[in-house]
Each structure stands twice: as structure tokens, then as C-alpha cells.
């Protein structure tokens, strides 16, 4: 069984920053890509960046050039870095990962269980 555990959400004023961490745990036998989404209240979940296996990344517009996803495969951890922070970038993060445990040896979606980030203006 998989389990991820996000943390470093929290309150931030307009402008500052904060970084996102979501650590995979379990018997796994690889990560494929890694992203994170962001529930802003009364709408859906949205899609922020994503980065593959090989380091490749992806941003939403909405979030280039102010946020930065890595990821550390020896922890099996994922990170958001979040710059230069907005009113509307408020709304609960989860990550997402594409896991393949070792005894399915097939990927596999797993959510995180999200952590708030407040901007206050």
C-alpha cells in the first residue's frame, strides 16, 4: 500500500512564499510523474505543474514563472516552491503521483490529502 503525506501549507501575505512537500511511502517499485493540483474554493480541482520521471516539467499559466515543482526520487518526494504569492493562488494543494507499487508492477494514481494555502492580501 501507497500512502503520501503532504505538508508546508499555511498562511502567507500577498508576495511571500512557501513550499509544498509531499513524500510517497510504501513498497514502491517506481514513480512516474509527479503533480500538483489546486481545489480553490466552490471550484474543481486544477491542474498547477507536473514533472516526469526524467525531470521534465509543465506549469499551468496561471502559475509559470512563480512556481517551481522538483522532485528528490530517493525520498520518493515531490515539491512545490510558490513565489511571489497571490490573494487568488488561495485554495487546498494536493499532489498526485503516478506510482507503480512493487507487488502490481503498474501505475497506479494516487492523491495526497492536501494542504491549505491561505494568501491574504
Known amino acids: 500500500q501507497v500512502q503520501l503525506v503532504e505538508s508546508g501549507g499555511g498562511l502567507v501575505q500577498a508576495g511571500g512564499s512557501l513550499t509544498l512537500s509531499c513524500a510517497a511511502s510504501?513498497?514502491?517499485?517506481?514513480?512516474?510523474?509527479m503533480g500538483w493540483y489546486r481545489q480553490a474554493p466552490e471550484k474543481q480541482r486544477e491542474l498547477v505543474a507536473t514533472?516526469?520521471?526524467?525531470?521534465?516539467?509543465n506549469y499551468a499559466d496561471s502559475w509559470k514563472g512563480r512556481f517551481t515543482i522538483s522532485r528528490d526520487n530517493a525520498k520518493n518526494t515531490v515539491y512545490l516552491q510558490m513565489n511571489s504569492l497571490k490573494p487568488e493562488d488561495t485554495g487546498v494543494y494536493y499532489c498526485?503521483?503516478?506510482?507503480?507499487?512493487?507487488?502490481?508492477?503498474?501505475?497506479?494514481?494516487?492523491w495526497g490529502q492536501g494542504t491549505l494555502v491561505t494568501v491574504s492580501s
Open positions: 498526485n503521483l503516478q506510482v507503480v507499487p512493487i507487488a502490481v508492477r503498474r501505475s497506479l494514481e494516487v
Open positions: 510504501g513498497s514502491i517499485f517506481s514513480i512516474n510523474r
Open positions: 514533472i516526469t520521471a526524467d525531470g521534465s516539467t
